[in-house]
């Protein structure tokens, strides 16, 4: 596959204070990519290097193979963009605004406007200024979306809508990636990557911390596990397997928190009359608080 994004040991310093550091980074053609990490990870800085907004201090990136310094412009034309913070003129409407970016693109497909306008239930005829952080973020998202780019870069794209508003968001982010466009999207909400991304990335303090698929990043987390049985066990019979930890027992019910296959789990607790098992399978959350817990204090 194509490599739409590509940096190579991308570094931004912002003075004393860290911005990005080293990253090596790959989104291929195609794919709905996840950047998470919590607020002032370095998501916002990534974003506006590749998009030549602030320029790295050390290291490369290619947005189609162009590097980001030396043609910004040929990216843009290609490139549909969300701001963390979307705030433009207070006395235009909705529909101005729209126009306008559309406008400066050379015009855009009227009905497919429209369509979006009526799928994220925005009411284009109010002034910007009356807008809630919600209805902003709805006009951006028209913005970003309405002339089909090749490559979406979205910053906390779900910010301040409603769950059914991102439901069809997520919706329309999926058909986009069906058409084979790109959309690299940053959160520091674990279930809407895990719900939708093919990929993700975590930073953590500027560093990349981990880029897989999804289900492979899964497996890093812990499988929660419940095991009852007929009669009172020991924790001990659990406590030396490679993997387990956080043993609780309760009555005839143990749980534990296990990293890896559970199968030596379910061979030890096989002798001694186990009656059910429950292992909840790991979601990002779990992920999110691994790579980040002990260091955070969380």
Do not use: W
């Not at 090596?24 to 990870?41: H, K, S, T």
């Not at 809630?132 to 794209?157: F, M, T, W």
């Not at 466009?181 to 940053?186: E, K, M, Q, W």
Request: proline share 4%; glycine share 10%; hydrophobic share 40%.
């Amino acid at each position: 596959m194509t490599a739409v994004i590509h940096t190579e040991q991308l570094t931004k310093s912002y003075g004393p204070h860290r911005g990005i550091t080293e990253l090596d980074l790959d989104v291929e053609e195609g794919e709905i990519f996840g950047f998470l990490g919590p607020n002032g990870a370095g998501k916002t800085t990534t974003m506006r290097v590749l998009l030549d907004l602030i320029r790295p201090t050390s290291g490369r990136a290619e947005v189609f193979g162009i590097e980001t310094t030396a043609d910004p412009v040929a990216i843009h034309r290609r490139i549909g963009y969300l701001p963390g913070e979307f705030d433009l003129y207070d006395r235009l409407t909705g529909a101005d605004t729209i126009a306008y970016f559309a406008n400066l693109r050379g015009g855009v497909d009227a009905g497919y406007v429209a369509e979006l306008i009526e799928r994220l239930d925005l009411d284009p005829s109010r002034r910007f200024k009356e807008y809630s952080k919600g209805n902003k973020q709805k006009v951006g998202l028209v913005v970003a979306l309405q002339h089909r780019p090749d490559l979406l870069i979205l910053d906390e794209p779900t910010s301040g809508l409603d769950p059914l508003v991102q439901r069809t968001f997520f919706d329309i982010v999926r058909e986009a990636r069906t058409e084979g466009r790109t959309v690299f999207l940053s959160s520091h909400i674990i279930d809407e990557v895990d719900r939708t991304c093919d990929r993700v990335a975590i930073i953590r303090e500027g560093r990349l911390v981990q880029v897989d698929s999804i289900e492979a990043i899964r497996r890093l987390a812990f499988h929660h596990v419940e095991l009852k049985f007929g009669a009172p066990v020991a924790s001990a019979i659990f406590s030396s397997i490679a993997g387990v930890s956080d043993i609780e027992v309760d009555g005839h019910v143990v749980r534990m928190r296990v990293a890896g296959p559970i199968g030596g789990v379910i061979a030890a607790a096989a002798p001694h009359g186990i009656v059910d098992v429950v292992s909840r399978e790991p979601n990002l959350e779990d992920v999110f608080l691994a790579q980040y817990g002990a260091h955070d204090g969380r």
